[in-house]
């Protein structure tokens, strides 16, 4: 709901402005939003980012780390 207030309170703002740059502006950043697609990642952005020596660095780490079991650890 906070996301149709906020389109609510833009539109009061912007039915005050007077400034016909201010409407080209606002009319030019409401194309872009439109032409301009979001980039949303896929897996195969992130297949070269570790080395094979990283990988195996950070499975070794998760192995020591996450299979010790702390019995104090709670309390």
């Known amino acids: 709901m906070y996301a149709e207030a906020k ?4 539109i009061e703002e912007l039915l ?7 409407l ?8 872009k939003s439109r032409t301009q ?8 952005d992130f297949t ?10 950070l ?3 998760i192995e020591e780390g996450c299979e010790q079991i ?3 650890d709670w309390k």
């Open 70 to 72: 702390n019995e104090d």
């Open 48 to 57: 070269s980012m570790l080395t094979l020596e990283e990988v195996n660095e």
């Open 59 to 61: 499975e070794r780490n």
């Open 24 to 31: 080209a502006e606002l009319e030019t950043v409401l194309t």
């Open 37 to 44: 697609l979001p980039h949303s990642k896929s897996f195969q």
């Open 16 to 22: 005050k402005v007077d400034s016909d740059t201010i």
């Open 7 to 10: 389109k609510l309170h833009l």
